[in-house]
């Protein structure tokens, strides 16, 4: 039997008021693709960083290839000379270099001592296209959609490891194409002998391409499985430690508004942004989640920003409660709207700020700067939401950067609900975190509706759009193209819609 790849014994790891890590075992075999399962928080990226070298470990060992001498990386650059690249779930890329600069930042073919620019670009071209993407290397990689960056830094890291390739959330930003694409990589490193970790919180992905499964639970280790004999509703009970209720019990929203008399919340009539996004119509009415549903780049996310204001419309109007208002994020505040973002990196979280400070973010701009909260005010608002949608965190003004990614997207949800809103967008609010902080989410949801507040709900999965919406608009390039509702809110129907064809019976 082949010695194992990676063996880490009793790992142990903290950060502060928070044991990360207590006593983890893990085991990579050569031709395996295992899944590092668990709720966030539960520890998973915290062992990968740690045997990546990105995260220093207080006790255990790690041993390579049946070594009998355990080793420790003291940087990502230290386990990359060993055979160990790691795709992380936000990309960690240069985004003004060009994609080849991008795939050889550090280690850059040269002649004659300078940069062999040809010679850079075509190892470029043929390590994208060894992955199935037909990009041109010579651009800048921010012209490309996040997706494209993600499949980048996945052929970086293929290029630089030989032996495990560690991918944390790598489908989290692409779509089902792209996921396929992918996937056949991942079965054709797997053939040749890599292995291969995997993270994520897709359990259709799971059991499509993983042969093992290990799941962790507030740090400890809960244990490991093959994937034939751990069936979804004992992989959800073990990453929980209780029995989950089908998330299908969701009671959604109605399609009713709450008072047909009362105006909508939310009216947009002809809203468009040239270039971003094509004229639309949209009502939302007190007590009704509203979805939106597309694949990616058709036009969702586009709709949320023009809607509040982040891009600025350059055509048609929006009314907020009968009453016209301007387009911009302060006007939109000031009107009762708040807005989650997709990205919680770039958009949502200030990373240096503490979990306290993040949530009051946007009481505080509603203020003013002439009406500043004093600390009570602070931490008395912060501690009722940190109760209330239970964030795990040490202190409140513990850093959020510390967070584990749901417990940000809960800070984020805080920060917002915090200043008693009227209407709230959710852009992509359970992207990234585990199934049972996304059914608190969902739940969440339906119940601020069913308090009166008007939603609008961004999300790239039909089944979560389903138990939450009550109406969904269906998006394509760009364009609002139709809208489901009551008995005609079905799957078939959405993708039949999203793909531009008639629904018809099988």
């Known amino acids: 039997m082949a ?27 050569p031709g395996e693709v295992h899944a590092l399962m668990g709720e966030n928080g539960a520890g998973k990226s915290t062992l990968v960083k740690v045997l990546t070298g990105a995260e220093a470990f207080e006790s255990g060992q790690i041993f390579l290839g049946g070594a ?56 470029a071209r043929a390590i994208m296209d060894g992955i199935g993407v037909d990009i041109d290397v010579s651009k800048p990689l921010e012209v490309y959609s996040i997706a ?29 194409q792209e996921v396929a694409t992918l996937f056949r990589l991942v ?131 929006l009314e907020v409660k009968g009453d016209r208002i301007g387009h911009s994020p302060i006007d939109a505040m000031r009107a009762g709207m708040a807005f989650c973002p997709e990205s919680r990196k770039d958009e949502g979280c200030v990373q240096d700020l503490s979990v306290r400070e993040n949530i009051v973010l946007a009481e505080q701009t509603k203020r003013g700067a002439f009406r500043l909260m004093s600390r009570a005010e602070q931490e008395k608002l912060a501690r009722r939401y940190v109760e209330l949608l239970q964030i795990k965190t040490a202190s409140l003004d513990t850093p959020i950067k510390q967070l584990s990614g749901g417990n940000q997207q809960k800070v984020i949800l805080a920060r917002w609900l915090a200043t008693d809103p009227d209407f709230l967008i959710l852009d992509e609010p359970t992207r990234g975190i585990d199934v049972g902080t996304k059914a608190e989410i969902q739940k ?51 993708m039949s819609q999203i793909a531009g064809e008639e629904p018809h019976d099988d």
């Open 3 to 29: 010695d194992p790849l990676i063996c880490m014994r009793g790992i142990s790891k903290n950060f502060p008021g928070v044991k990360a890590l207590d006593q983890v075992d893990f085991k990579l075999m």
């Open 68 to 123: 009998t001498q355990p080793i420790i990386n003291h940087s990502p650059q230290e386990a990359q000379s060993r055979g160990i690249s790691t795709v992380y779930q936000e990309v960690n890329l240069c985004p003004n270099l060009t994609v080849a600069e991008n795939l050889f930042v550090g280690r850059q073919p040269r002649r004659l001592g300078l940069i062999d620019w040809r010679e850079m670009n075509r190892r």
């Open 148 to 176: 494209i960056q993600q499949m980048v830094a996945i052929g970086r890291a293929i290029d630089i490891s030989s032996q495990v390739l560690v991918l944390d959330e790598p489908t989290s930003s692409l779509n089902e």
């Open 187 to 317: 079965r054709r490193l797997k053939d040749q002998g890599m292995g291969i970790i995997f993270i994520t919180h897709f359990l259709e992905q799971v059991y499509e391409v993983c042969d093992t499964i290990t799941v962790l639970r507030n740090g400890r280790l809960i244990g490991q499985y093959a994937i034939d004999s751990m069936p979804r509703k004992d992989l959800v009970a073990a990453m929980l430690g209780r029995a989950f209720d089908d998330l299908a019990a969701i009671r959604h929203s109605s399609a009713e508004p709450v008072d047909r008399n009362e105006a909508p919340v939310i009216s947009a009539r002809q809203l468009g942004v040239r270039g971003q996004i094509k004229p639309f119509d949209l009502d939302i009415y007190a007590g009704q989640v509203v979805g939106l549903a597309g694949l990616l780049g058709s036009g969702r996310t586009e709709v949320a920003r023009a809607v509040y204001g982040a891009d600025a419309p350059d055509s048609g109007r």
């Open 444 to 494: 969440l949801c339906v119940e601020l509706a069913g308090d009166g507040l008007a939603v609008l709900f961004i999300s790239s999965e039909i089944d979560e759009m389903l138990r939450t919406c009550g109406r969904i608009a269906i998006m394509r390039d760009r364009r609002k193209v139709g809208e489901l509702s009551g008995d005609g809110l079905t799957s078939a129907a959405i």
